[in-house]
């Protein structure tokens, strides 16, 4: 049985999370509400991950696993695929997905279109600021990336990078 | 009849392991689930021998021990499934349908969450679903 | 590579020897015997030829040569199947030896045993292993069915000694004395033979010898002829280093030394006589042996004629065919024949040759049914390919044959198959097969249970070998073999398999296996008298919580009984039994803080205290220029480095024991392991701590627990039951001064095993109950103290105090402190965190009874003795300075208690006091009492006040009380206001109110009282709080003997006090001249079902305060003038005089402006106007300065004018105000006015004459003010107020 739940459910619940860490219990840390949150999103990879694998041959190397990711699991979860999947050979993969669903309904003021990272948290002005605390909805999708691969066999390291929205995309860094 | 079912972790621990037998042969059977271990990896390891079923979860037979014969199953989340039966003849359907129903059973007990990845699994829902799961083995498709 | 040199190769080399059958007389024996050794053992080193170089030929001719060579030497006696009896026995001794020897050198590194892993030093196999295939196989040999244990010769040696020697030489080899195989013509009894003439030069020159030489020479034929002279060395026995028959022969008496008489002439032509007769005898005879079988052979069996003919020839004699043994051979017949031919060319290394004909005989024993030939001559073609190093898969596939062949033949070819299979093995090994060799290994252990075990374990060990490794199979065939060996009682052995199997099991979690693992070595161990190490391994296994009860008790009961058997009680540093829960540690200790009980030391914060003690103790800091400079010295040192704890009290330690099996265990004297030493210097004993680190701690802690004077430990039982968990106080109380330090805690499990656990060396985080150094101090500073002289700890305690109360329940308590010691204390003070619920009384309070002491006739002495209450609002009370407690007599001081609300209250009270002598390093110290006490909630008080409609500045009271209680009846007594200006009366007598004069579980009663303002402006002046006069109302019917309780006396009017400033909170008040405080007293009537509440008399009390009685702001008045009154309205219209009674009840003048509003629509202009007046400021003279605020207020009040005006239109017939339509008057403080009003009606009926608005309006004070709540101006509707005009007739 293939149970499902209302989209809009999970899209608020999404933000709520996020709102919740980033604004109550660890206002003044953004590191650590991000790294909560990503906590959280690791879990539900791996239970994802434990779930659309049943039924299908294991995967013999690293792109395999990728591409699942991209195809099956994407679907699976967002009911659209990755849009496209770069990789050097050498365990970096970007996944880029144009309209990412959790991303569609959010715009930042158009002042603050510059790419920004995940990872900095630059000098707060702004739009640096509006697109953190954008980018903190990118932590939990994320995590279960890095949930689902690390479930799989492949230790990885998950950033998301938001050009322009709604379109974004995951930098996946595998563990050598 | 299914005398002992097995699931082992990733990192070869076992995550729940059955048996049905009245008798108390507990530490029998571990013994040849943990020794099933050596044949999973060899099988995975060297696919030359596993030939066409070339990763494909179900392992097939594993070996056969004293009266037993062993079945594997190997998720891609590289958790085995461990089967011990006293059936001579086992049709591949019927184990491979075992291992699909318990692979079920096991995600669901794992997406429980308080369930602690990589812990013992102590979901008595689980217990009870895969007593049944083994109860009906065999007769699913010889009805 | 080449398989000559694989283990297999060298094996065959070895084993597959030509054969040399040795007789030899007495004398000849004797002769060697001297060296210790038997002839054969004298020849044996030189019969294995390394270097020699002997030319040969092939049947077809083929040259090549022969580099290494072997014979083997048996005696004639010797040359039959071996008895199976004598062999296993033989076996048996191999591997009991092996064992011995093998654990002897394990038992070395016996402590070490968890260190070990599966590493390089597991996978090299026992070297034992060989020797014991070696000698398997051997069991097997001289079978009849082959031909290569055969003697291809016979060597017949006679001493010089012996009389007549040719004679001799013709007898021993007559056929009575030969072996079975060649009498029963299993093979050719005409083999080569040679004579050796054995000289003895211990007994004299060889002349003898060689006149007999020649006499053989004659006889027997020069080259088989031959003279060995022995013990040619002087009678000086020598020593031969690196001895050439040390390696051969096993037990060797230690004083012999072997061949001591042989010098090395002897030996030299020893190895010449081997030598020669091997290369230029039997070689060449073979050789030649060869050729003639090849002949007859080619001759019978090659082309194709000789193959049908032999074909249907067999088919001939099918039905002549008996047991499955197949018929028999005997040696001419053509099949042994070519067997014969295979196995010498298998000797000779012509492998080719044999190849051929083992094929060609093979298929003639397969139709004959000679199974156990077919199986032999099918295991030398396996070897055969093997040394040819070809078609592997060929070589594999007739092992496994002949194998399955021997099988077959069951007990008879018992010996074969294992043999078989040996080297089946090797072969696969040399191919680096080793998960077949395994599998073969566990096929060849037959029923025979001590073999099996051995090919078990060879089986593990092939695993472990095989690519990749299978740690698994390893470990699980280990345990295999183990049982095995454990059934043939081999126990060392089965120890030596566990505990190899343990490396693989070791740190995993399949626990079961482990478990079982352990816990059998234990056993093991412990059957061998290695007490010491079977606890060991048995220790591993205590806490399984995961087996089953069963399980458990049995292993709990062996582990006990091993431990009985060591003798001694056993003590460990690592008992999982039972689990400390290292994080429950607590240690309460009482430096200069003490505490009423432990319990208050656990389960209170220190923070807590410590802010309810900050004013209270001397801070360090804040120490300037008093005595404290020197304690804040000395303490800051010390305090740094340790805590203090003073002697003669004890240090206690809180510490959870749980058990985490299913079954209950017993625990008895559980002590604290303490150090003490004198010297209170850190540095010393920090020293000692690095040395206690250093030393084996079991030693350590032995010592430590030998009794020691200077400290007293305690020592607890009890027993876990199945799971249960206990938390245990122990205490140790240092006797001197100096340094006592904690290092761990020890018990005994069911009296016989002791345990240890060390604080030190496993680091928790442990929570000192005091938090002051918690975070600067390292962890295992945190347990040692600096023990200081005794000092006087005042004991406390509060009487009477209930677990339970009522809420309103006022109670006197008595707190009694005791002082032990004889130093005296001084300087007491107190504090308590709750004054609305505790309240410190006076030394006079302890005399007066209660609560007679709160009724009125003696009221008028208390009111002075409770001074102003505020004085004891937050502060400090500080006992007189006379007290100072001290001995016996007990300094008890009475504490007013009253429950103030429902709810769970933890009461907390801290006692400071300063110790006498100036020398000690404590000088004050804090006496901590904590109580909790549960409220339940009693009556549901609450107060309505409406202003009286009838007289100005009176108010009616409106008195709701629920009993909340579920059981309790109480009595309503009397109910008092406070404030100055109040006078209360009731409205109906009490006996109205309460028939009964009890309030019921669950009723609700509400009566009515009016209140007077009774204040003069004259009393305006003296402050409110000073002295509270008030007025009580007693609300039961009065009789004598009940009193009036007076409202001021203490203690009631301090919680009063308190329950002011409480209640303050919550109202905001108003105007506050205009609030009226009541306490409400009842008592509980002693039907109570609640024993912790009966005893009598209870008095309640219930206060609320702060309730205003300005609903409508400063200003109140009232409408006076007739109700009803007659008029002839034909004579003209009614005018009616009214009078409007207006009051100023706040400090200021007030400015009051009264409109009136007529009814018909002529007036309307007049409404236009009022509804806003503020609006028009023309309009009229008060309203001039108008703030922005008050126009808001006014403007929101115009809103509540809308009844007013809905009032119009549903309005009864009209009147008009006459007289003047608004008035202004000023209002003075405090005082009374009255306004004339008028109407006129026109016409007879009732008439509402609240049609008025009357504004008010205070001078507003600034916008800046504080009290901006308050309200400066208002408007409001006047009073509905009925007229009734009739028409007079």
């Known amino acids: 049985m293939v149970r499902e739940v209302s989209e809009s459910c999970v899209d608020s619940l999404m933000t709520e999370m996020v709102a919740c860490y980033c604004n109550r219990f660890y206002a003044n840390k953004p590191e650590l509400a991000a790294r909560r949150i990503e906590a959280i999103g690791y879990q539900v990879g791996q239970q994802l991950s434990e779930r659309y694998t049943m039924e299908r041959p294991r995967f013999g190397d690293h792109l395999e696993a990728i591409k699942f990711i991209c195809k099956d699991f994407w679907s699976e979860v967002f009911k659209k695929q990755i849009d496209n999947l770069k990789t050097n050979h050498r365990g970096t993969f970007v996944l880029q997905d144009n309209k990412f669903p959790w991303l569609a309904r959010m715009s930042v003021d158009p002042s603050a279109d510059n790419v920004s990272s995940v990872e900095d948290y630059s000098a707060p002005t702004a739009e640096s600021k509006a697109a953190q605390a954008m980018s903190m909805h990118l932590y939990f999708p994320c995590g279960i990336i890095r949930g689902a691969l690390s479930n799989l066999g492949i230790p990885c390291a998950v950033s998301a990078d938001i050009s322009s929205l709604p379109a974004c995309s995951f930098v996946v860094r595998i563990k050598a | ?143 | 590579m080449d398989p000559a040199m694989t283990p297999l190769g060298k094996m065959l080399l070895e084993e597959i020897t030509p054969v040399v059958m040795v007789i030899s007389t007495p004398a000849v024996e004797e002769t060697c015997l001297k060296n210790g050794l038997s002839f054969l053992q004298m020849l044996t080193p030189f019969c294995s030829f390394n270097n020699i170089d002997v030319p040969v030929r092939t049947a077809s001719d083929q040259p090549y040569r022969i580099h290494k060579f072997k014979l083997r030497l048996f005696y004639g006696s010797d040359v039959k199947k071996p008895n199976l009896k004598v062999a296993e026995q033989q076996l048996k001794q191999v591997i009991t030896d092996s064992g011995e020897k093998v654990f002897s050198e394990l038992c070395l590194d016996v402590p070490g045993f968890n260190h070990e892993v599966a590493s390089s030093e597991d996978r090299d196999t026992p070297s034992w292993f060989q020797f014991f295939n070696k000698e398997l196989v051997r069991v097997a040999s001289f079978s009849d069915h082959e031909a290569f244990d055969h003697p291809v010769a016979c060597l017949l040696a006679v001493s010089s000694k012996d009389e007549h020697p040719i004679s001799r030489f013709v007898d021993l080899f007559n056929t009575n004395k030969l072996p079975s195989l060649l009498k029963d013509g299993s093979m050719d009894p005409k083999i080569l033979k040679h004579y050796l003439l054995v000289h003895d030069n211990q007994d004299g020159p060889a002349d003898r010898a060689s006149k007999i030489l020649t006499e053989m020479r004659n006889t027997f034929g020069t080259s088989d002829s031959l003279l060995l002279s022995v013990n040619s060395s002087p009678d000086v026995p020598i020593k031969h280093q690196d001895n050439p028959w040390a390696s051969q022969i096993y037990n060797v008496p230690p004083n012999q030394d072997l061949g001591c008489f042989l010098n090395i002439d002897d030996i030299n032509e020893i190895k010449d006589l081997m030598q020669d007769l091997s290369s230029k005898h039997i070689i060449p005879n073979m050789e030649q042996k060869i050729r003639l079988l090849n002949q007859q052979v080619s001759a019978t069996r090659k082309g194709f004629k000789n193959q049908i003919k032999n074909l249907w020839w067999r088919k001939g004699k099918e039905d002549g065919v008996d047991s499955l043994n197949g018929p028999t051979y005997n040696f001419n017949s053509i099949e042994s024949q070519i067997r014969v031919l295979g196995d010498y060319a298998f000797m000779l290394r012509d492998y080719e040759l044999a190849l051929s004909n083992y094929r060609l005989i093979s298929t003639d024993y397969k139709i004959d049914k000679a199974w156990k030939r077919y199986a032999g001559v099918q295991e030398m073609m396996g070897l055969t390919y093997f040394m040819l190093d070809q078609s592997k898969k060929e070589a594999e596939y007739c092992m496994e044959n002949a194998f399955n062949t021997y099988l077959k033949l069951g007990l008879l070819g018992q010996q074969n198959a294992t043999r078989c299979g040996l080297w089946w093995i090797e072969m696969l090994k040399a191919r680096d097969l080793y998960k077949e060799a395994a599998t073969v290994y566990f096929r060849i252990c037959g029923e025979d249970i001590l073999h099996s075990a051995v090919m078990l374990e060879q089986a593990s060990y092939c695993y472990l070998l095989s690519k990749p490794s299978m740690s698994r199979k390893y470990g699980f065939h280990l345990v295999l073999s183990g049982e095995q060996y454990k059934k043939c009682d081999q126990i060392k052995h089965a120890i030596r398999t566990y505990r190899s199997a343990l490396s693989v099991f070791r740190g995993t979690t399949w626990s079961y296996i482990n478990d079982h693992v352990h816990f059998h070595i234990g056993q093991w161990y412990a059957a061998l008298d290695m007490y010491d190490v079977a606890v060991k391994h048995m220790m591993e296994i205590l806490a399984c919580s995961h087996q089953s009860k069963t399980t458990q008790e049995l292993f709990l009961s062996d582990f006990l009984q091993v431990v009985e058997k060591t003798g001694r009680t056993f003590e460990v540093t690592k008992l999982q039994l039972p689990v400390i829960n290292i994080s429950s540690l607590k240690v309460i200790f009482e430096d200069h803080r003490t505490f009423g009980s432990s319990s208050v030391a656990t389960n209170t914060k220190e923070a807590l205290w410590r802010s309810l003690e900050e004013d209270m103790i001397p801070s360090f800091t804040a120490a300037k220029t008093n005595w404290l400079e020197l304690q804040s010295k000395l303490i800051s040192k010390k305090h740094t480095l340790s805590n203090v704890c003073v002697a003669g009290e004890a240090v206690k330690v809180n510490i959870e024991f749980i058990n985490p099996l299913q079954i209950t265990i017993p625990v008895s004297g559980v002590t604290l392991i303490c150090e003490y030493s004198t010297s209170t210097d850190e540095l010393t004993s920090d020293e000692k701590e690095l040395s206690v680190k250093t030393n084996n701690e079991v030693d350590h802690f032995r010592d430590m627990s030998s009794y020691n004077s200077s400290f007293l430990v305690s020592e607890v039982d009890f027993s876990l039951g199945g799971g249960e968990t206990t938390m245990v106080q122990l205490s140790v109380t240092p006797k001197e001064v100096g340094t006592l330090e904690i290092l761990g805690v020890r018990w005994k499990l069911s009296g016989t095993i002791v345990g240890f656990h060390n604080f030190e060396l496993s680091h928790p985080k442990k929570n000192i109950v005091n938090g002051r150094r918690k975070a600067k101090r390292p962890p295992n500073e945190k347990f040692k103290f600096m023990v200081i002289k005794s000092i006087p700890k005042i004991q406390g305690s509060v009487h009477s105090l209930p677990g339970k109360a009522y809420a309103g329940d006022l109670r006197k308590l008595m707190l009694e402190l005791k002082n032990p010691s004889e130093f005296p204390v001084k300087n007491l003070k107190m504090k308590i965190n709750h004054p609305r619920f505790l309240i410190i009384g006076n030394q006079e309070n302890v005399k007066l009874e209660f609560p007679g002491c709160l009724t009125k006739t003696i009221g008028s002495v208390q009111t002075g003795a409770n001074a102003n209450p505020n004085l004891m609002s937050e502060t400090i009370f500080s006992f007189p300075v006379d007290t100072s407690i001290q001995g016996e007599t007990p300094l008890s001081w009475p504490l007013w208690f009253r429950a103030a609300v429902p709810g769970d209250i933890s009461l907390y009270m801290s006692i400071y006091y300063e110790i006498e002598d100036i020398s000690s390093v404590i000088r004050y110290r804090t006496l901590r009492l904590h109580y909790n006490v549960q409220v339940l909630p009693s009556l549901d008080v609450s107060f309505q006040i409406s202003p009286s409609r009838l007289r100005i500045q009176d108010f009616l009271v409106q008195l709701d009380v629920v009993n909340k209680t579920s059981s309790e009846s109480f009595q309503v007594y009397q109910l008092s206001s406070i404030g100055q200006h109040w006078e209360i009366s009731l409205l109906q007598p009490p006996d109205t109110i309460f028939p009964s004069q009890t309030l019921m579980a669950g009723q609700a009663i509400s009566c009515f009282f009016t209140l007077k303002n009774s204040r003069r402006l004259s009393t305006l002046e003296n402050n409110i709080s000073t002295m509270p006069v008030g007025s009580d109302v007693l609300l039961v019917p009065q009789c004598s003997q009940d009193l009036v309780y007076n409202s001021n006396n203490v203690p009631l009017v301090n919680f009063h006090h308190y329950e002011r400033l409480q209640q303050k909170a919550l109202h905001e008040d108003l105007g506050d001249l205009n609030t009226v405080d009541f306490v409400l007293i009842s008592r509980p009537l002693n039907n109570s079902i609640n024993p912790g509440l009966s005893d009598p008399p209870h008095v309640m009390s219930h206060h609320a305060c702060h309730l205003s009685t300005a609903s409508t702001g400063p200003i109140s008045w009232l409408v006076d003038g007739p109700q009803t009154l007659h008029h002839d309205f034909s004579a003209s219209f009614c005018e009616i005089n009214l009078k409007m009674h207006l009051y100023n009840s706040s400090e200021t003048t007030a400015f009051v402006h009264i409109d009136t509003i007529d009814l018909d629509s002529s007036g309307g202009h007049i409404n236009s106007v009022n509804a806003l007046p503020s609006a028009t400021p023309d309009n009229q003279v008060g309203w001039h300065d108008v703030t922005p605020v008050n126009e808001l207020k006014v403007s929101s009040n115009a809103i509540e004018t809308q009844p007013g005006k809905a009032l119009l239109l549903e309005s009864v017939s009209p009147y008009i105000w006459s007289a003047t339509s608004s008035t202004n008057i000023h209002l003075e403080p405090m005082s009374p006015a009255e306004v004339p009003l008028q109407i006129c009606v026109f016409s007879p009926g009732t008439y509402d004459l609240s049609n008025y608005f009357l504004n008010w309006k205070l001078p507003s004070k600034g916008l800046g003010d504080s009290d901006e709540t308050r309200q400066h101006s208002g408007k409001c509707q006047g009073y509905k107020y009925y007229l009734t005009v009739l028409q007079s007739p």
């Open chain 2, 1 to 143: 009849m299914i005398v002992c079912v097995a699931v082992v972790g990733h990192q070869n621990n076992p995550l729940y392991i059955q048996s049905f037998t009245e008798a108390d042969d507990a530490l029998k059977l571990h013994h040849i689930v943990h020794c099933s271990l050596d044949v999973v990896d060899e099988r995975v390891n060297n696919p030359k021998k596993s030939g066409p079923m070339l990763n494909e979860t179900f392992l097939g037979m594993l070996y056969p021990i004293e009266n037993y014969k062993v079945y594997g199953y190997l998720t891609n989340t590289k958790v085995k499934f461990i089967l011990v039966t006293t059936d001579l003849d086992v049709k591949d359907a019927d184990v491979r349908n075992f291992f699909r129903r318990f692979h079920s059973a096991y995600v669901d007990a794992v997406s429980n969450p308080f369930h602690v990845p990589g812990k013992k699994i102590t979901s008595r829902t689980f217990a009870e679903r895969v007593s049944t799961i083994v109860k009906s083995f065999g007769f699913s498709s010889a009805a």
